[in-house]
């Protein structure tokens, strides 16, 4: 159990990341919660932005599941193929739209349960629609992104997205399991990124314990009080 300080360390990573990114939503475009699992399905090992750029072509040719199981293999690959290890992921997208139109009648199921044993929709697919379309936050999504900074913030200390998933759930108050995973993402492709972080603009480096940091306010008091 989190003791008293750590829950207040928490409480004010939350609190700035509220301040810094009031709002932000999920970064996949999208109309409805099969375009979403689409959508999420494709961003495994591709950016959101390329995504964005392959989806709008593909769901105006097969906006519902219905639609996408009278399409080819091949027909699928060609529209994706940007988006990298696009015959495994057509090849998933045609086993999802059967799943989903099959066996649960062309609607999204809203449980986690169901979720996964969609083709292609593990465990962070699945977090990713529940939080977005039906508001459910069973558990936290844990991408590239958040992997990291979490683990720089000290949130989190493991190296795989399954056990900074559990780890998160443990101090982070449920209720914002699907907003830290928002804000954390847009943080990473904005200030935090993998190489050479751009410490000096970061809103959350008086709270990061990450032992690389390119910029350190405390160095930089230090460096002041050294130098008068």
């Known amino acids: ?18 301040e810094l990114y009031p709002g932000v939503e999920c970064a996949l475009t999208h109309k ?7 959508a999420t399905i494709l961003s495994a090992q591709c950016t959101d932005a390329r995504v964005n750029l392959v989806t709008p072509e593909l769901f105006r040719r097969y906006p519902t599941a219905k639609s996408m199981l009278g399409a080819t293999q091949a027909e699928i690959e060609e529209i994706i193929r940007s988006t990298g290890f ?29 979720l996964i044993t969609i083709p292609g929709a593990a465990r962070k697919t699945a977090n990713v629609v529940l939080g977005v379309c039906f508001a459910k936050a069973e558990g936290v999504v844990v991408d590239t992104h958040v992997l990291r900074i979490s683990r720089r913030l000290g949130l989190a200390k493991s190296a795989t997205p399954e056990k900074v998933e559990k780890e998160l759930m443990k101090v982070l108050p449920r209720e914002k399991w699907i907003g830290y995973s928002h ?7 904005a200030v935090c990124v993998a190489r050479r972080p751009k410490c000096a603009e970061c809103g959350l480096e008086s709270v990061c314990r990450s032992k690389d940091k390119t910029w350190g306010s405390q160095q930089q008091q230090l460096s002041g009080l050294v130098n008068k």
Do not use: C
């Open 1 to 18: 159990m989190a003791t008293k300080r750590q829950s207040e360390r928490v409480a004010g990573i939350l609190r700035l990341l509220d």
């Open 183 to 189: 804000q954390i993402i847009h943080h990473g492709r």
């Open 86 to 114: 696009y015959r495994n992921k057509a090849k998933s997208l045609l086993g999802a739209a059967r799943r989903v139109q099959e066996d649960f009648g062309g609607r999204v199921p809203e449980t986690l349960e169901e």
């Open 32 to 38: 409805s919660p099969w375009q979403l699992l689409v």
